[in-house]
């Protein structure tokens, strides 16, 4: 399967896991909606920074 | 692998393939920059509307 681990840098500029096998990721406004493949849904106000697909990591920053 | 086909709304609202098999995909201000496995890259002015990674599927609109 082809999900991938999104990783938050929070506002202490810490990284760490947010929400592991996501399957659909969609911004919305200030904010970004994603839900993994166990049905588990997250939202944050964040920005996205970079996504390596093939290594399946999403960088994201919390606003 | 596990890179995503970027598709394209353009601006007359036509959807077309833009990308294929794309790896890294990094936003930057109003725009989206990303390469292929193949090296092939390119930068869009466009907004993220969803990603459906086990479908291997990126939708972004043309600003």
């Given amino acids: ?3 991938a681990n999104v990783y938050l840098i929070d506002k202490e500029g810490k990284e ?3 929400l592991e096998s996501v399957d659909k990721f969609v ?3 200030n904010t970004i909606h994603m839900e993994n493949i166990y ?3 997250k939202i944050i ?4 920074i970079e996504m390596k697909l093939v290594d ?3 960088l ?4």
């Avoid at 106000?45 to 996205?48: L, P, R, S, V």
């Fill in 56 to 58: 399946h990591r999403i």
């Fill in 45 to 48: 106000k964040a920005d996205i």
């Fill in 1 to 3: 399967m082809c999900e």
């Fill in 27 to 29: 911004p919305q406004g």
């Fill in 60 to 63: 994201i920053a919390e606003k």
């Fill in 16 to 18: 760490k896991l947010f």
């Fill in 39 to 41: 049905g588990e849904r």
